[in-house]
């Protein structure tokens, strides 16, 4: 199995840098959309087959160092009782948003979200998907994933996509009782679907915070880190205690560069993944115990292949091809075209061989 993913997140020597892309099975390939016409997203996260088909699509396709499996941070409130739908141009919505902390009453009690039940589907979407990489040319690592408790509740207060997240924001600041009871309800379930995903065959782990950013520091430190930090270790004890292996995690803080030292030092992540807007070396110099993951502005895979290539070889300068895996800052775009792709990842692995081979 080519495991550069795995040495790269716990500091093991790599003969190149690892890169996957965030979003790498999407609306950009044309065989993905041929099995959309087929069934309506939810459908696809839920049928274990129509999922290991779209994951294993990039890796077909290109040399990635990893695969993801293919499903929704949205799951998590599903399984918490909320309905939630994806519609075409308009993306998530939640119908019956949680307004007021009166609302809190829709969800499920805690003693009803049975996630071995719940997000059975997510579990036998790995294990077939890990049975199919085996078998293919590109055997990686499986990748698992969540949101994040506050990213999930922002979704669930506002009731889908928003530029800025007021409402829930407000809800932090009218009711921060709820809010933490709310939150701390949304650990304990994402906790037990990690757990689920690697028992499954996950590999590693990502926790994606994709609105971390729009919290000021104080309060992502008082409203989103604790949950992140508690994470980590619940999962790591859980998978301990449980004689399973403990996996890699890695931490998505869109946004909230300003907390790269506060996770660094105080979770159990193993990686830190870093969107655009910092740079690669500043990144590098701040972060001590972590690896790094990241950070191409997804823009960038528009440019002329000259660009393209110069831009990646100057983000390895950057961050160095140890204790690193290639990554967007964000995620691919379905207006991309799959070419891009292609020589992103032809450039990661020929420029850090070269510069490791010095």
Request: aromatic share 8%; net charge neutral; hydrophobic share 40%.
């Amino acid at each position: 199995m080519n495991d550069l993913i795995l040495r790269a997140a716990t500091g093991q020597k790599t003969e190149q840098v690892p890169i996957w892309c965030h979003r790498q099975a999407g609306r950009f390939l044309p065989e993905f959309r041929e099995v959309r016409k087929t069934a309506d997203f939810f459908t696809m996260c839920q049928t274990p087959e129509l999922a290991c088909e779209v994951t294993m699509q990039p890796l077909r396709r290109f040399q990635l160092d990893a695969g993801i499996i293919f499903s929704d941070i949205l799951v998590v409130p599903q399984a918490m009782g909320m309905e939630v739908l994806m519609k075409p141009g308009e993306g998530p919505v939640l119908p019956n948003p949680l307004t007021d902390p009166s609302k809190l009453a829709t969800l499920k009690p805690a003693a009803d979200v049975k996630v071995e039940e719940n997000l059975k589907y997510v579990g036998d979407a790995i294990t077939l998907t890990r049975t199919h990489i085996a078998k293919s040319n590109n055997n990686v690592p499986l990748l698992g994933f969540s949101g994040a408790p506050w990213t999930l509740m922002a979704y669930m207060v506002e009731g889908g996509g928003s530029k800025s997240y007021n409402d829930a924001r407000a809800w932090l600041y009218k009711h921060p009782k709820e809010s933490h009871e709310l939150l701390g309800r949304i650990a304990d379930v994402v906790v037990d679907y990690l757990v689920l995903q690697v028992k499954a065959g996950a590999q590693m782990l990502e926790v994606f915070d994709s609105w971390a950013g729009d919290l000021s520091p104080a309060m992502f430190r008082q409203f989103s880190f604790p949950y992140l930090k508690s994470i980590a270790h619940r999962v790591k004890s859980a998978l301990k205690s449980q004689g399973l292996p403990v996996v890699p995690m890695t931490i998505f803080p869109k946004g909230a560069n300003h907390a790269l030292e506060l996770i660094d030092q105080e979770t159990e992540y193993d990686v830190i993944s870093i969107d655009w807007t910092i740079e690669p070396a500043e990144a590098r110099r701040r972060v001590k115990n972590s690896s790094l993951q990241g950070n191409l502005d997804p823009s960038i895979l528009y440019a002329d292949e000259s660009v393209l290539r110069a831009e990646v070889r100057k983000m390895i300068d950057g961050f160095g091809t140890q204790r690193y895996i290639c990554n967007l800052g964000h995620g691919m775009l379905p207006s991309h075209n799959p070419s891009s792709l292609e020589i992103f990842v032809d450039e990661v692995h020929k420029y850090s061989q070269q510069l490791n081979s010095k």
